[in-house]
């Protein structure tokens, strides 16, 4: 800056010859004129606003109540700290601790059970891990495939509603029942409309078509819904010198298929099919090309707890 005052150089050429900004050099000069030195200010320290307290608060309170709105714990910490805190501060601090915002799931588990549930899910793991191999089970379980199924998400510009429009009724259901094991899909059956869905009878020739004479020593899991519990597919499971296990009561996750299931809607929501013979060549095509046996493996051994994902 002494250069620039005293010298003939313009501003420009000040800054080429010592390698400084020209914003820079311009604000010394006008600090200079102004004050009549560029010395820095020294910033006095002031209390943080938004102290541990108050993050430790938010984050415990958002842990137990998750549906809470950042407006509402701004004044929540107002009222407990006397602080103001706009939305983006809470928002920050959320961040900060890796507290997202995302779909809200109903999970629900009988009060009459409370406290049993710990000890289903200890005993069921187990079972598995001490009885049985990932790669010697079968995981049977139905699913209902809607005409035009579709992504959850789409995009479009900001303010507006994302809409995909169709002229099919939506709501048409038909119901795939499915078998896996950890290295192949065993077999897959796609019902047209039925009344109350698939049927006990259902159930023990699709068994009998596709698993009793081919597999011995295996482990058959299902879940809990009543037409699994029928007396003649245990009695025909065990006939066969397979062993049949239910999975633990309102935790799908128990049983590997659920993932399969997920993975296979995905596909099927992407194309989106609207018909009964379409849905049929869909899931084909995925079957054969995008579901594989390592994403089988991995399903089972995540089922079994081998590894966590």
């Known amino acids: 800056m002494k250069h620039y005052l005293e010298c003939k150089d313009d501003m420009r050429d000040t800054c080429k010859l010592f390698k400084c900004k020209y914003q820079s050099l311009s604000r010394w000069v006008k600090q200079y004129n102004k004050d009549g030195n560029v010395n820095r200010k020294t910033r006095k320290n002031r209390n943080l606003k938004i102290t541990p307290k108050i993050e430790t608060f938010v984050k415990n309170y958002v842990r137990k109540y998750n549906t809470t709105t ?45 406290g049993q549930e710990q000890q289903d899910l200890d005993t069921f793991y187990n079972t598995l891990n001490t009885k049985y191999d990932y790669s010697k089970t079968i995981c049977m379980d139905e699913s209902s495939i809607y005409l035009n199924m579709t992504l959850t998400y789409g995009r479009s510009k900001s303010g507006t509603r994302v809409l995909k429009k169709t002229n099919k009724y939506p709501y048409k259901r038909f119901n795939l029942l499915c078998a896996i094991s950890a290295d192949k899909v065993v077999a897959w059956k796609l019902y047209p409309q039925r009344i109350g869905g698939i049927k006990t009878v259902d159930i023990l020739e699709f068994y009998n078509d596709n698993i009793s004479k081919k597999y011995k020593n295996h482990l058959i899991i299902m879940d809990n819904a009543v037409i699994h519990k029928s007396k003649l597919i245990r009695e025909k499971i065990e006939e066969d010198h397979n062993k049949l296990l239910y999975t633990v009561p309102y935790h799908p996750e128990t049983n590997a298929i659920e993932e399969f299931f997920s993975q296979l809607k995905h596909y099927i929501k992407k194309e989106s099919p609207n018909t009964y013979e379409d849905i049929v060549d869909v899931i084909t095509d995925i079957m054969d090309k995008k579901i594989t046996k390592v994403h089988l493996t991995n399903y089972l051994k995540h089922s079994y707890k081998i590894y966590n994902s």
Do not use: A, G, Q
């Open 70 to 114: 950042l407006w509402e714990l701004s004044r929540l910490v107002k009222e407990e700290f006397n602080i103001h805190l706009n939305d983006k501060s809470i928002h920050n601090i959320l961040s900060k601790n890796k507290i997202t915002r995302k779909r809200l799931r109903s999970k629900y588990y009988p009060e009459k059970r409370e």
